[in-house]
């Protein structure tokens, strides 16, 4: 029980709710693991793209326009959530829309051609739009549950339990695959049950969230009568006071920088591993199991030195390591090599984004947390656009050498690091207090 101290939570706050909050991670992380990495990303372009040239840019294609949708809806639906305390409503109608939409990823099969296409895009997009309204409103419940000084480690906590809940979702998967496989059944036949599986997993591990974690907000408006132009404006005077959270707005900016070298890890690892290092495909998986074990262990225990030690420090060692990750992979040429580069880059990042989210927690006024975590929402989603985005382009321009794009990389977490450095944790704690 050590490990999980009640001096890191808010007076009042049972140990249940938090398991209850992290649950939330355990349950959407399947999502991201099988969906947009491991099985249905590589289905799309190999399957029902039948490998054209041009599968590639609309799968890219349609995680961008539901990134693009994010940024511009989730602030207002944050600050909407504020004014009515219905962050919990919110998050069960988000993750309903993402649990039926990645349930019916499972009919692309049945259609061929530009039809199959055509529905395996739109159904992306909703799907990861929804699964981003689900991961910010959940992000808006740690400060109810957590201190001040107990951020850190109950946002680990969280994220640990995240990509263990991700390595369960794709070992089931994967273990249905093979199987499938070994009884001659083609990629029309498992692909399907694959998405089933994610989305029953979502379901039932969210179940837990609904059940364990309460609504903790208040309604900012007596008469519970909130419009969306209300939300609008709330916003609006968020920015218009942007001065007062001049540290948080640094922390957005130094997101979109460092986030967007996340992203290209997590988008691009296993085609640097297969095209530039010679990994074969189920080295690649065995590869990514072990990236994710390093990120759980990363999440998890660096959540303590980061209370210990300062937010503002911790997320500083974190992109000092990102540097150190880009060097090693885009200089070595053995696998051995790369699978040190893999390692500090799992422990990497999950100590950076568990560290990202408990600053945003920490600097988010109590009464605006969906809004302020849905502007944290806009960063990383504007992140996940411009680092892959950036890697492809210099990648193009360098004639296909993905080294000088991987090195380029470094550049977004340098930047990270000087727009980390204006941030005083301090004052904009205080700030956000007021």
Not at 276 to 289: R, W
Request: aromatic share 12%.
């Amino acid at each position: 029980m050590a490990l999980f101290p009640s001096s890191a939570l808010n007076p009042g706050v049972r140990k249940r709710e938090v398991f209850g909050w992290a649950m939330y991670d355990f349950a959407n992380s399947g999502y991201t693991t099988v969906v947009i990495t491991a099985v249905f990303a590589a289905y799309f372009v190999g399957g029902l793209a039948k490998g054209a040239a041009w599968g590639a840019f609309a799968w890219t294609l349609s995680l961008s326009i539901a990134y693009a949708i994010v940024m511009f809806t989730m602030p207002v639906i944050g600050a909407w959530a504020d004014l009515r305390a219905a962050k919990k409503r919110v998050l069960m109608l988000a993750t309903a829309g993402c649990v039926i939409s990645t349930a019916a990823l499972a009919l692309t099969p049945r259609l061929s051609g530009l039809e199959a296409v055509g529905l395996a895009m739109l159904l992306i997009i909703v799907s990861n739009t929804f699964y981003s309204y689900g991961e910010s409103l959940t992000g808006a419940f740690l400060p109810e549950l957590a201190t001040a000084d107990g951020m850190g480690k109950v946002s680990g906590w969280g994220w640990a339990f995240g990509y263990i809940g991700g390595m369960l979702t794709l070992g089931l998967c994967l273990a249905y695959v093979l199987w499938a496989q070994a009884r001659g059944l083609p990629a029309s036949h498992f692909v399907p049950v694959t998405m089933l599986v994610t989305a029953l997993m979502y379901g039932l591990a969210a179940c837990a969230t609904f059940v364990l974690l309460p609504e903790r907000a208040r309604p900012a408006v007596a008469s519970g009568r909130v419009s969306w132009s209300d939300s609008w404006r709330q916003l609006r005077r968020t920015f218009e006071r942007a001065r007062a959270f001049s540290d948080f707005m640094w922390l957005l900016a130094c997101t979109v920088a460092y986030q967007g070298g996340v992203a290209v890890a997590i988008t691009l690892a296993a085609i640097y591993a297969e095209q530039v290092i010679g990994f074969k495909p189920q080295e690649t998986m065995v590869l990514i199991f072990a990236l994710n074990l390093a990120a759980a262990a990363g999440a998890f225990s660096f959540g303590y030195l980061q209370d210990r030690i300062g937010h503002k420090i911790a997320l500083s060692t974190t992109l000092v390591a990102w540097i150190a990750v880009c060097i090693i992979a885009g200089s070595v040429t053995s696998k051995g090599g790369f699978w040190c580069a893999a390692t500090i880059a799992g422990l990497a990042m999950g100590s950076s984004q568990s560290a990202g989210r408990a600053m945003a927690g920490v600097l988010a006024p109590p009464q605006q947390l969906g809004e302020f975590f849905g502007l944290w929402s806009f960063a990383t989603r504007l992140a996940s656009i411009i680092g892959p985005l950036s890697y492809g382009a210099i990648t193009w321009m360098a004639g296909g050498n993905q080294r000088i794009a991987i090195f380029a990389t470094t550049g977004l977490f340098i930047v990270g690091l000087l727009l980390l450095m204006p941030i005083d944790m301090r004052r904009g704690r205080a700030a956000a207090l007021r």
